[in-house]
């Protein structure tokens, strides 16, 4: 029988706080910014691994309602980064995605993250056209720790 995902419900929190105002299309993302496994080849075929730390660093990207509670919420916490880098408590944060079978089974994916800040300003933009673009704020963080579970 071949495999089935259903997903749907998924959850972001970001610093104790669920985000609930999310906008339309991608409103989360998570990218892994690089290799998590090294390897080199040496004399006489001899191969040598190791972690690449840096490889659990990763880039999580909300899109939020402009101007809603939980837009208000990150810029605040944007603010005491800016104003205070180093007294700014680190973000934590998860992303769960709950994946059914088709038969009434889920299982839930868990991204658990730690040690975040904001990796940019969120910007703006004016449409005379009407996008709809222009009412969505996007911050994008970065965070030292991503951790993959299936539950």
Same mark, same amino acid.
């Given at each position: 029988?071949? *495999?089935?995902?259903? *997903?749907?419900?998924?959850?972001i929190?970001?610093?104790?706080?669920?985000? =609930?105002?999310?906008?339309?299309?991608?409103?989360?993302?998570?990218?892994p @910014?690089?290799?998590i496994?090294?390897?080199k080849?040496?004399?006489?075929?001899? +191969?040598?691994?190791g972690?690449?730390?840096s490889?659990?660093?990763?880039?999580v990207?909300?899109r939020?309602?402009?101007?809603?509670?939980?837009?208000?919420?990150?810029?605040?916490?944007?603010?005491?980064?800016i $104003? =205070?880098p !180093?007294?700014?408590?680190l973000?934590? !944060?998860?992303?769960?995605?709950?994946?059914?079978? !088709?038969?009434? $089974?889920?299982?839930?994916?868990?991204? @658990?993250?730690? !040690?975040?800040?904001?990796?940019?300003?969120?910007?703006? @933009? +004016?449409?005379? =056209?009407?996008?709809?673009?222009?009412?969505?704020?996007?911050y994008? +963080?970065?965070?030292?720790?991503n +951790?993959?579970?299936? @539950?």
């Amino acid at each position: 029988m071949p *495999a089935v995902a259903l *997903a749907g419900s998924d959850v972001i929190i970001i610093a104790d706080n669920v985000l =609930s105002d999310l906008a339309d299309g991608t409103c989360v993302k998570i990218e892994p @910014q690089g290799d998590i496994g090294i390897a080199k080849c040496s004399k006489d075929g001899n +191969m040598i691994y190791g972690l690449n730390y840096s490889g659990l660093i990763c880039h999580v990207t909300v899109r939020l309602v402009r101007g809603s509670y939980d837009d208000q919420i990150l810029n605040g916490l944007l603010q005491q980064f800016i $104003n =205070s880098p !180093g007294t700014f408590t680190l973000m934590t !944060g998860s992303f769960v995605k709950r994946v059914g079978d !088709g038969s009434g $089974n889920v299982v839930s994916e868990v991204y @658990q993250l730690a !040690g975040g800040i904001f990796k940019t300003l969120p910007g703006a @933009q +004016m449409d005379t =056209s009407g996008s709809t673009e222009q009412s969505v704020t996007t911050y994008v +963080m970065i965070f030292r720790t991503n +951790m993959r579970m299936i @539950q």
